[in-house]
């Protein structure tokens, strides 16, 4: 069985400021763990991915998380946030074997003031 | 990387007729897609897992009968909405999985009864 909490729904900066966006899992196996980003009627796009590699994950658009298996958590930052981040983030864990789900949490909308 | 195409990404139908939303792995083949559903402001839900050349499996409270889904080649599943009605208005968004990595997902389908 697997779950993931994103801790807020919603998270608000100003420009600038550091992004900090929450995700907490559980799994019954090491996990494959997701960042997702969604804007207005659009899919999803995949921001970084972990896969049992390095524990710190760099992403695109300036974004990393770090997979910290003591703490069950794979949260997101950027050190400064711009105008173009708001957004709906999503972080997902995955079981890795072939044909099993993606499992997403809440999400979390990011806003961020100028 | 793997492309996803979804189509359409717009659509208006009548409340009673029926819509057919596609989903393609255009580079290649998949032999697992998913297919998700968004309402506004919150997170996806898994409605289905559809295998190549055989039954779709549905997730608990998702009406097989009304959601139709066929997975008939290793690059394209379809979800029809039978019987269409306002209360299905949402966001479809399909995924497909190529063995051995990460799902890749759809631009999204907006499907509006009215």
């Known amino acids: 069985a697997q779950s993931v909490t994103q801790l807020g729904s919603h998270v608000s900066v100003s420009e600038g400021a550091l992004v900090l966006l929450r995700c907490n899992y559980s799994?019954?196996?090491?996990?494959?763990l997701f960042w997702y980003v969604q804007y207005p009627n659009q899919g999803l796009q995949l921001l970084l991915k972990y896969t049992s590699a390095a524990t710190l994950v760099k992403g695109i658009n300036g974004f990393e998380a770090e997979f910290k298996k003591s703490e069950t958590s794979f949260h997101l930052t950027k050190p400064s946030a711009h105008m173009s981040d708001a957004a709906e983030y999503f972080c997902a864990v995955w079981s890795g074997n072939a044909g099993n789900m993606l499992t997403f949490g809440g999400g979390t909308r990011l806003m961020v003031k100028p | 990387g793997a492309v996803v195409s979804q189509h359409p990404s717009w659509v208006i139908c009548k409340s009673g007729t029926s819509v057919k939303i596609e989903c393609r792995s255009l580079?290649?083949?998949?032999?697992?897609m998913f297919w998700y559903r968004q309402f506004p402001k919150q997170s996806l839900m898994l409605m289905a897992t559809?295998?190549?050349?055989?039954?779709?499996?549905?997730e608990q409270g998702v009406e097989k009968d009304k959601f139709l889904i066929n997975h008939a080649s290793l690059t394209l599943s379809t979800l029809t909405v039978t019987s269409a009605h306002p209360e299905d208005s949402s966001f479809y968004i399909c995924?497909?999985?190529?063995?051995?990595?990460?799902?890749?997902f759809g631009q999204g389908t907006r499907l509006t009864v009215v």
């Open positions: 995924s497909a999985e190529r063995t051995g990595n990460e799902a890749f």
């Open positions: 580079d290649f083949q998949a032999t697992t």
């Open positions: 799994s019954s196996v090491p996990p494959y």
């Open positions: 559809s295998n190549e050349g055989s039954k779709a499996t549905y």
